[in-house]
């Protein structure tokens, strides 16, 4: 049998998810819902990959969905390490950029919605014209947003996330965008995420059609 080349590169097989968002329909032993005002399904597009966005036909404000690695009967899944890691999406967020928001990436998931929890990721909207680096610790609920140069769009980015001892590195389509290194930073173990938020009455979702989480 043939390694993959990341098999080939790492062998000594640290912890690593690969998620295509293919088939029929969300696979929930591996993902769940923490916060359950978004439906989530497989999209039904050229793209194909996940679809986060608000179930009802009538938008309502305050409204959002975060989805993460758990299931419903061992709970969640913080494996990846806090220190030493890399996650790797493909993702297009569709909205009006001041009326919404999303983010993705790995944090502790403490089941009480997207507030609470450590977070290295990137964020979307909510007001930021740039695609920003979003990133929390525990201790004092202290946030972090930091803009790339590029602008927030409608369209699919392949965005990487990885941090090295102190210093967290975002890359949008292959170019390093952002360096954050204040120490605002996940100090637990954590899991991958998705999540999408309305601030107003307008439709806003996410699409995802390639995840990858690693440990360095």
């Known amino acids: 049998m043939t390694k993959s080349i990341y098999d080939q590169l790492n062998m000594?097989?640290?912890?690593?998810?690969?998620?295509?968002?293919?088939?029929?329909?969300?696979?929930?032993n591996r993902w769940g819902a923490s916060a359950g005002?978004?439906?989530?399904?497989?999209?039904?597009?050229?793209?194909?990959?996940i679809l986060l966005k608000w179930y009802n036909s009538n938008p309502v404000a305050g409204k959002e969905g975060l989805l993460t690695?758990?299931?419903?009967?061992?709970g969640n899944k913080r494996q990846f390490s806090p220190t030493n890691f890399?996650?790797?999406?493909?993702?297009?967020?569709?909205?009006?950029?001041?009326?919404?928001v999303s983010r993705f990436g790995i944090k502790r998931d403490k089941g009480n919605g997207f507030n609470g929890g450590g977070v290295a990721g990137a964020t979307l909207g909510?007001?930021?014209?740039?695609?920003?680096?979003?990133?929390t610790n525990e201790t004092g609920g202290q946030i972090s947003v930091v803009a790339s140069t590029?602008?927030?769009?409608?369209?699919?980015h392949n965005y990487k996330g990885a941090r090295s001892g102190g210093a967290y590195t975002l890359l949008i389509d292959g170019v390093t965008s952002v360096t954050e290194t204040n120490g605002y930073l996940p100090i637990n173990a954590s899991q991958p995420f998705l999540y999408c938020y309305n601030n107003d009455t307008t439709h806003h979702s996410l699409n995802c059609n390639y995840f990858e989480v690693y440990n360095t």
């Open 12 to 28: 000594n097989g640290k912890q690593r998810m690969v998620e295509t968002f293919s088939g029929d329909d969300v696979d929930y």
């Open 37 to 49: 005002d978004f439906g989530f399904s497989i999209a039904d597009e050229v793209d194909g990959g």
């Open 69 to 74: 690695t758990s299931d419903t009967s061992n």
């Open 86 to 100: 890399v996650w790797i999406a493909n993702c297009k967020w569709t909205g009006t950029r001041t009326q919404g």
């Open 126 to 135: 909510s007001d930021n014209a740039k695609i920003s680096a979003y990133t």
């Open 150 to 156: 590029i602008d927030v769009d409608n369209v699919y």
